[in-house]
């Protein structure tokens, strides 16, 4: 373990580096206050604050992971988790935000390998942590770039949260699992796991379970194969600003399809950047 340890400190570096951050964990009240600020700037919350500074505090306090990444002396980027029971068998990823000043320059990759590190270091074996199934960005650089896999189909999660990115949608969201030194995790951290592809599972007979129709809808196909797709729209945050009812549609739509394939016991075992997610059934 020793090993899977320092490899993983060293994969954190890296990506810190090829990301222009440090990530630190900040302690006290002023910076702690600042997180709070970067979150309710992406967030943008009608109510309630995504995290406050006073919970922050407490759960920095507490031996919790509460990370920040600075350019330079900027706060560009932001990492929240707390222990889920049993006490310290595997650590919740509650929430991560990345400024939009710094797009593409790939801070919450370096931030997740950071957590990685310092869950490893205190003997962590997993992280976990929920995310909407319908944004297909955030599939792909969880499954396909972290290497974790979603478990649960969780609908309407947090209730009404209408804030600046969820809007009035309902929260759907999957639970997914960080297994932190399996060795495809290892493989994706390191830069070296190769991505599926929809279109080549396709012709080798894989099923299409939900497709994407002429006008961008939903629609529903089979799911008696071994391997099934489930597309999720390309870009679903422009989407519910352009037409929130079809948006709708789509929550309900992959709720049915991917939340009921997984109830069944089907996992998914990888996602293809177009927007498509590879999952294997477990009836077949």
């Known amino acids: ?110 931030l997740k390998l950071h957590q990685r590190a310092w869950a490893l270091r205190r003997g962590v074996p997993e992280i976990e942590w929920t995310f909407d199934p319908l944004v297909a960005r955030n599939a792909y650089f969880n499954i396909v770039k972290l290497g974790g896999r979603p478990t649960e189909y969780l609908p309407n999660f947090y209730g009404d949260m209408r804030d600046g990115i969820n809007g009035d949608d309902d929260t759907d969201r999957l639970l997914l699992r960080w297994d932190l ?38 629609v529903a196909g089979r799911t008696d194969a071994t391997i099934v797709l489930v597309a999720v729209p390309t870009d679903v945050a422009t989407l519910r600003g352009a037409n929130p009812g079809r948006a709708k549609e789509w929550r309900i739509a992959v709720r049915e399809v991917l939340g009921g394939l997984l109830a069944a016991g089907a996992r998914v075992t990888g996602f293809d950047r177009a927007g498509w997610y590879v999952v294997q059934n477990s009836e077949c």
Request: charged fraction near 15%; proline fraction near 4%.
């Open 1 to 110: 373990m020793t090993g899977v340890v320092a490899d993983a400190a060293s994969c954190a570096d890296r990506a810190a580096l090829a990301a222009g951050v440090v990530v630190l964990e900040p302690t006290q009240v002023t910076e702690l206050a600042a997180i709070t600020a970067l979150f309710d700037d992406i967030w943008h919350p009608d109510g309630s604050q995504p995290v406050s500074t006073e919970m922050l505090r407490a759960l920095s306090k507490a031996g919790n992971y509460v990370a920040a990444a600075l350019d330079g002396d900027r706060l560009v980027g932001a990492g929240v988790g707390f222990f889920a029971a049993p006490a310290g068998g595997t650590l919740h990823s509650h929430i991560a935000g990345v400024s939009s000043t710094v797009a593409g320059r790939h801070v919450g990759y370096a």
């Open 181 to 218: 030194a399996d060795p495809h995790v290892v493989e994706a951290c390191a830069g070296t796991r190769q991505a599926v592809d929809a279109a080549h599972l396709r012709s080798r007979g894989a099923a299409v379970a939900l497709d994407r129709g002429h006008d961008g809808e939903p």
